[in-house]
């Protein structure tokens, strides 16, 4: 079935330093690559996401990249500060399922990110 | 606009045990999910309404049911609870169904406890 593999599943680095957070997926049809924060005690949140007819996506300290024949995605964070500590979520979608011939997420399993001061 | 909505915010069920879990969006979405969240798992696809009278079932569906509503409202249904059911439960809302680049607005959750 389909799959979206994350790594690392925690990751601590030092305030400033960038984090990087890895995806994987099966379904070579997926053409739409979110990632989500997930801040403690609240629901997950978009920050960022990329299409499959775009390569690499930037915002501000955020970015994410695309190798579709690779089948990896990739989260980079740059110059991290305390408040970017949180659990982050990728995601990719599946396309024409269930009875309703409709599409749904498939969810990696989140990396916990720490952000040292 | 409050967003999406969940009710209760917290839970405890004993074994065999019924109970729904509600959700309301006021954003005038079509499509509404719900998810549960495990350590190491992620999140995971109970069901998904992507409109209107559509109900699908996603990676998990075993142990629950659904029922859209109406537009606003998608709620879960746990008709003998159990304890592998411990979880939290999110429900989420897009304005299209998720074959299409559209985001995934959440609620708060649900933290249910099965004795």
């Known amino acids: 079935g389909e799959n979206v593999e994350q790594h690392p599943s925690t990751l601590s680095v030092q305030e400033g330093d960038s984090a990087v957070i890895k995806c994987t997926y099966s379904?070579?049809?997926?053409?739409?690559f979110p990632w989500y924060k997930q801040e403690l005690g609240k629901g997950p949140q978009l920050i960022i996401d990329i299409r499959s007819n775009v390569g690499e996506k930037k915002d501000q300290r955020i970015a994410v990249t695309l190798n579709k024949t690779a089948k990896h995605f990739s989260l980079h964070i740059t110059e991290t500060q305390p408040e970017d500590s949180a659990v982050y979520f990728c995601?990719?979608?599946?396309?024409?399922?269930?009875?309703?011939?409709?599409?749904?997420?498939?969810f990696g399993q989140g990396t916990t990110l720490q952000v040292k001061p | 606009n409050a967003g999406v909505t969940q009710t209760p915010k917290f839970q405890v069920l004993k074994t065999g045990q019924s109970m729904t879990l509600q959700c309301a969006q006021d954003m005038n979405h079509n499509s509404m999910y719900w998810y549960r969240q495990d350590p190491g798992m992620g999140l995971r696809l109970i069901y998904y309404?992507?409109?209107?009278?559509?109900?699908d079932k996603g990676e998990v569906p075993n142990g629950y049911n659904v029922s859209r509503l109406n537009k606003r409202e998608f709620s879960l249904r746990l008709e003998s609870a159990a304890p592998s059911q411990t979880s939290v439960y999110f429900c989420?809302?897009?304005?299209?169904?998720?074959?299409?680049?559209?985001?995934?607005?959440f609620g708060p959750g649900t933290r249910l406890t099965v004795l």
């Open positions: 379904d070579s049809a997926s053409n739409y």
């Open positions: 995601a990719a979608n599946v396309l024409a399922s269930g009875s309703s011939n409709t599409g749904k997420l498939i």
């Open positions: 309404s992507a409109s209107e009278g559509t109900t």
């Open positions: 989420a809302s897009s304005p299209r169904a998720a074959t299409f680049y559209n985001e995934q607005f």
